[in-house]
Nanobody, 124 residues
Framework: QVQLVESGGGLVQAGGSLRLSCTASGRTFSSYDMGWFRRAPGKEREFVSAINWSGDSTYLADSVKDRFTISRDNAKNTVYLQMDSLKPEDTAVYYC?????????????????WGLGTQVTVSS
């Protein structure tokens, strides 16, 4: 069992930055591939970014790849999402998720553990 807790969300103006963190419980964090997803109002949850267990493989959705960066620190059981040049369309609840042997999958169904999410609001 892995419990995930996101933090770092908030209200920011367009063009600003936020860094989201997701901290996992347990001693097996380094064996999980991690993903970030988001759900905007009235829309389905969509893939944002993923990183494999060792951190040497990452993938970003086209909508964010020039602005967001994913990283992880296995010693701290934490995965990060650095978000720069934020746009109003980035407004959403952001969720982190963990899966085993899924690499940098973009599919929600590949991830078995989910956090409760953190709200990001970007004002214009």
């Amino acid at each position: 069992q892995v419990q995930l807790v996101e933090s770092g969300g908030g209200l920011v103006q367009a063009g600003g930055s936020l860094r989201l963190s997701c901290t996992a419980s347990g001693r097996t964090f380094s064996s999980y591939d991690m993903g970030w997803f988001r759900r905007a109002p009235g829309k389905e949850r969509e893939f944002v970014s993923a990183i494999n267990w060792s951190g040497d493989s990452t993938y970003l959705a086209d909508s964010v790849k020039d602005r967001f960066t994913i990283s992880r620190d296995n010693a701290k059981n934490t995965v990060y999402l650095q978000m720069d040049s934020l746009k109003p369309e980035d407004t959403a609840v952001y969720y982190c998720a963990a899966g085993r042997r899924v690499g940098v999958s973009t599919r929600r169904s590949d991830y078995v553990y989910w956090g409760l999410g953190t709200q990001v609001t970007v004002s214009s």
